[in-house]
């Protein structure tokens, strides 16, 4: 469900520094060596971005689906293609299925989606700053 909050720079701000350490610490990793935790990173990387740009907005997603309908939301707001809002949905469902399942991802998903992956990244920094975050 989506709610309606007061706006929250500083947790925006939180939220962005802890994607940035997240980030640094997995570009330190053999990312190939390991694809399932890199999957899981990227992913914790892009949750804690969108959740800062909703925050700066004043919006919280909370309950069953938060993640699902937090993308679908960030993917609106920010115009993201079709195309990249499945990819977002689909790397959610990915890394539910390792944290309940012990799904592994092999290492041709990072080869492949590493770059796509990156310019989403990228692209959730500068709405952050364009925010004022």
Do not use: C, W
Not at 117 to 132: A, N, P, Q, T, Y
């Amino acid at each position: 469900m989506i709610l309606k909050i007061s706006p929250d720079k500083q947790k925006s701000k939180s939220l962005k520094i802890m994607a940035k350490i997240t980030l640094e610490r997995l570009e330190e990793t053999d990312m190939v060596k390991y694809p399932t935790n890199t999957l899981t990173d990227y992913y914790d990387v892009i949750h804690k971005l969108m959740e800062a740009l909703s925050m700066v907005n004043g919006i919280k997603a909370n309950g069953e689906g938060a993640h699902q309908e937090l993308t679908d939301y960030i993917a609106k707001q920010y115009n993201f293609d079709e195309q990249t809002r499945q990819f977002l949905q689909q790397m959610r469902i990915y890394r539910n299925r390792i944290s309940y399942e012990g799904f592994m991802v092999h290492e041709n998903y990072i080869n492949l989606n590493q770059e796509k992956i990156k310019e989403i990244i990228e692209k959730l920094f500068d709405e952050l700053v364009l925010s004022g975050v």
